[in-house]
RNA sequence: GGGCGUAUAGCUCAGUUGGUUAGAGCGCUCGCUUCACACGCGAGAGGUCACUGGUUCGAGUCCAGUUAUGCCCA
């Protein structure tokens, strides 16, 4: 593609800026107040983190959620699309600790009421981010009733919902080895872990058998195999497989622990590979989460070695005290060496847990955390999607959804925090209270942690809503219609909105979820930005630097993207989001662009011919019962009510992809190449027919288009004869089966099979493509009003004149196209005896299919009939030539 | 280790319930200053449908297996 930047055309940020405003202005965005009677639409969306910028999933999703929203606002239904975003817990008091670092304090020396003060402040100044960059994107969302999950009535409505639980029994308190994270100092969920590949060194180290000299086989000692030996002061046992022939004696005799002496007993437990290091496994059952099983199994006691900072603690070797987790590997490992333990130290790799949220490796600790039961709320959550009151798409996410809440397991609620809600619980010495409203009473302590995100999160579809209080909004916009989402939260988020929604809200916070595609950088994997293999939409939308990785020639400096504009990155992301996963490509962002600038053009053209024309003819239109009459009239709108019949359908079914490429292929490949082609010779001022078919055509065209591409198609809307206010506020006119066509399609689809086969003859022939050539037209199926057309558009001069002709095949019969200056009889000799012989090739094969005494009985009738009308086809060609 | 997906033109992707000669966009080649558009118009070249076997008159499509690759869960 050619250079944009030097063209004269306005930078699209600021015209689709100008759109956009025109749209808020005129209120179209508001959901209406006259809820009662209207069908309603309603998409509450994904909240994104409140730090967070707009990525490549982001928009994509926005597109996606728009175009819905669009087409049903169009349609005339009573539209609500919530956006906001969540306070994002970890994440938001990350950043904020980080300038209180910078400015050389911290949050400890702020305590927590500045320091949430603090955060709410930073929150006020940047955390519109992501939002105005969905406005950006085109979306077309109720922004008047932004929400935040720590919003005062969220905040209300959380604390509700987890006091009913608390009382219900289903949130409690427990000690548990929980994924805590040293980097953010809480608890965090299984969901926030993420296993990578580590390489590591596997220590063997040697435990004495106490009493040694008791026995009578000599074994004087266990070796155990450990990669993180600072964890073996909280050893509580040594475990051996019970088959094991090499130690399977010694279970039940007692080793000693080096540096503490704490006596332990040997155990023997089948989750021991005897093949794996030296077939004796240390058990530590405070901090690591298989040793905390085989503990529960065996009754043995849980030892904290490791605190919550990361460090040694519980005083059983005074010498690591204080340590920390590294700093005590080093020190234990030095020591034991020192001492001879030490028997061998090798490379290993293996899984090790990390925090998505910090990045640190996770200490799986023993800790006091709520929790919620989840096996009682999961139930209600398979049977609304087993019964089809929740429709998951594609159907495959179905089955992950299920299969999950199927295993589900208890629910870590609190993060050890500032940032959030806290947990609305107060002590006070052994009594517990737990409610929305504080305690009466003096000397009440409440509980310091706060909620998991995901916990208010879940609340979302009906706590934006207004819940708990009956509003009429909850009650006209709950269910939500439809929830477009990353399917990597189908977990996270998904399955605990259907949970909490039939607890609380009484019903399925939505009736359909469409799990969209993952757009990939060029390495086949999710983009990334620390791998520098992410996208900025808003580089793609103004300018700005493509990552190296997306260079168009491998090596070469990957340069800027051109300004493609909001309405290119829209179609671009939804004609890639074909499948589950798919690469991303520039290419379909460049088509975008195409289609925009092509629809402007032919607006333009439109226009401009439209201007002559008595305006209240072309504002009339076309219907059913009042076609216009001439072929290309018919043919038009024919294509035109399918193309919008089928885009409407295929978003409705979330086939954007299709839906995309289906409008692009109709505005290139009907309206411009032929449509406007076609009528290139008649006149709007005197062809009432031409004007107010050409101008339903465009205007149709426009609004089946709006949902994809908003800002070109509103922007071109005024200029059309027939429009009034905005098309984003227009609405779609029922659909009338009197306007398809399909004889005048299949006329027309005879004279554009002709005109083609002209040109490409022309082409092959080397006859020039612009003289006009006088020619004869042997054919049937075409009437005066056809012949015309493949006569301007062949460039042929229709003749009776007999004489030497070089034959055209067209369907039908042929043209015989006479002897000239272009066109020499005996020059095209051997065209035509190429063509000859590829007409026979193929005549001979499908005779021979038509011999197979298989296939005439078995195929169905139609086929074998459609073999015989090929061979006919054929055999006429064949006598022409 | 288990589950799910993907593999079709140089690139990104379509390809209905099996049925003519497997399509599109971009890129490439050739031609065109055709009065909306060179971000254009017209015409082309380009494919062992990952591999192996099977079912069938007929397989890109259905079945089994293999390989590569990605995601999720353990």
């Known amino acids: 593609m050619s250079d944009t930047t030097d063209s004269p055309r306005p930078e699209p940020a600021q015209v689709e800026a100008e759109v956009f405003a025109r749209w808020e202005e005129a209120g179209v965005f508001r959901a209406r107040e006259d809820v009662e009677g209207a069908e309603s639409f309603s998409v509450a969306i994904p909240p994104p983190n409140v730090t967070g910028a707009l990525h490549m999933g982001h928009a994509l999703n926005g597109s996606i959620q728009d175009a819905l929203v669009r087409l049903n606002r169009m349609r005339g239904k009573n539209v609500r699309w919530t956006v906001g975003t969540d306070h994002a817990g970890i994440a938001t008091q990350t950043k904020v600790e980080q300038a209180l670092v910078a400015e050389g304090t911290s949050r400890e020396e702020l305590g927590r009421e500045a320091f949430v003060a603090r955060t709410q402040e930073w929150r006020q100044q940047y955390g519109g981010t992501i939002i105005g960059q969905f406005r950006r994107l085109g979306c077309s969302a109720d922004y008047e009733h932004e929400r935040f999950t720590m919003d005062e009535g969220y905040a209300q409505a959380v604390l509700k919902v987890f006091v009913d639980l608390y009382e219900q029994g289903l949130i409690y308190r427990d000690t548990y080895l929980v994924n805590w994270d040293p980097g953010s100092r809480s608890a965090i969920s299984d969901l926030e872990v993420e ?16 009493d040694a000299d008791a026995s009578a086989d000599g074994v004087t000692e266990l070796v155990v195999a450990t990669v993180r030996p600072e964890t073996m002061l909280g050893d509580v046992a040594v475990a051996v497989h019970p088959e094991d022939e090499r130690f399977k004696h010694l279970i039940g005799r007692t080793v000693l622990l080096p540096f503490v002496g704490r006596e332990l007993p040997v155990i023997g437990d089948d989750y021991v590979k005897t093949d794996f290091g030296t077939g004796c496994l240390k058990i530590t059952p405070a901090h690591d989460p298989n040793d905390f099983e085989i503990g529960h199994r065996h009754g043995l006691e849980q030892l904290n070695v490791i605190g919550e900072d990361g460090r040694i603690t519980g005083g059983y070797a005074p010498q690591f005290e204080g340590m920390t987790t590294a700093e005590a ?26 925090s998505q949220r910090s990045g640190q490796r996770i200490e799986p600790l023993i800790s006091l955390q709520w929790f919620m039961r989840m096996d009682e709320l999961a139930q209600p959550a398979i049977d609304a999607v087993k019964d089809g009151r929740v429709r998951i798409h594609p159907e495959s996410q179905q089955r992950r959804y299920i299969a999950w809440l199927e295993e589900i397991r208890p629910w870590v609620l609190s993060r050890q925090l500032w940032w959030g809600h806290q947990i609305p619980v107060w002590y006070r010495g052994d009594e517990t209270y737990c409610g929305v409203e504080p305690p009466e009473g003096e000397g009440w302590e409440r509980d310091p942690d706060v909620l998991d995100t995901w916990f208010s999160s879940g609340l979302w579809p009906f706590a934006t809503l207004g819940w708990p209080e009956g509003t009429p909004e909850l009650r006209a916009f709950y269910p939500t219609s439809v929830l477009s989402t990353a399917r990597d939260i189908l977990f996270l988020w998904v399955a605990r909105m259907v949970m909490l929604g039939l607890r609380f809200a009484d019903d399925v916070p939505f009736r359909d979820v469409y799990c969209h595609s993952v757009i990939q950088a060029p390495d086949g994997r999710r983009m990334s930005k620390s791998l520098g293999t992410g996208i900025d939409p808003l580089a793609l939308m103004d300018g700005g630097p493509r990552p190296a990785v997306f260079a168009k020639k491998k090596g070469a400096d990957a340069g800027e993207f051109p300004a493609y504009g909001a309405d290119a990155v829209r179609f671009g992301l939804l004609a890639m989001s074909s499948t589950q996963d798919v690469r991303f490509s520039e290419e379909k962002i460049a088509q975008g662009k195409q289609l925009v600038t092509k629809l402007g053009n ?13 305006q209240a003819v072309a504002a009339a239109g076309v219907s059913g019962a009042d076609l216009p009459t001439r072929l290309e009239d018919r043919w038009i709108v024919s294509r035109t009510e399918r193309i919008a019949r089928e885009t409407a359908a295929r978003i409705d079914e979330y086939d954007f992809a299709k839906a995309a490429l289906g409008l692009y292929d109709f505005v290139y490949g009907e309206l411009c190449d032929w449509y406007l082609e076609l009528v290139k010779g008649r006149e709007a001022a ?3 027919d031409l004007s107010r078919t050409l101008a339903w055509a465009l205007r149709r065209t426009l609004q089946i288009a709006h949902p994809v591409i908003p800002f070109a198609t509103e922007e071109a809307w005024a200029s059309i004869p027939g429009t009034s206010g905005l098309l984003a506020a227009s609405l779609l006119p029922a659909p009338d089966d009197g306007l398809l066509d399909p004889e005048a399609e299949e006329r ?16 092959g022939a080397n006859v020039p493509p612009g003289p006009i050539l006088p020619a004869r037209l042997e054919a049937d199926g075409y009437d005066d009003e056809a012949t015309t057309l493949i006569a301007r558009l062949a460039r042929l001069q229709p003749t009776d004149e007999a004489g030497d002709a070089v034959p055209v095949a067209i369907p039908g019969g042929q043209v015989a196209i006479l002897a000239g200056e272009h066109v020499d009889p005996a020059a095209e000799r051997a065209r035509v005896e190429k063509r000859r012989a590829e007409v026979e090739g193929q005549i ?16 169905p009738a139609e086929v074998v009939a459609a073999e015989r009308a090929k061979v006919e086809a054929l055999r006429e060609e064949l006598r022409t030539l």
């Open 686 to 688: 005197t062809d009432a």
């Open 844 to 859: 001979a094969s499908t005779e021979k299919r038509l011999g197979n005494e298989q296939f005439v009985s078995r195929a």
């Open 195 to 210: 296993d990578r590949e580590e390489t590591d060194t596997l220590f063997q180290i040697a435990y004495p058998l106490k």
């Open 748 to 763: 027309l689809a005879r004279v554009i099979d002709a005109i083609t086969t002209v040109r490409s003859w022309r082409n």
């Open 602 to 614: 032919a607006v333009r053209f439109a226009a401009g011919r439209l201007g002559d024309a008595d």
């Open 329 to 354: 590997r080093e020190a234990i490992v030095a020591a034991l060496r020192e001492q001879g333990a030490l028997r061998a130290e090798e490379p290993y790799t293996h899984t090790v847990p990390f």
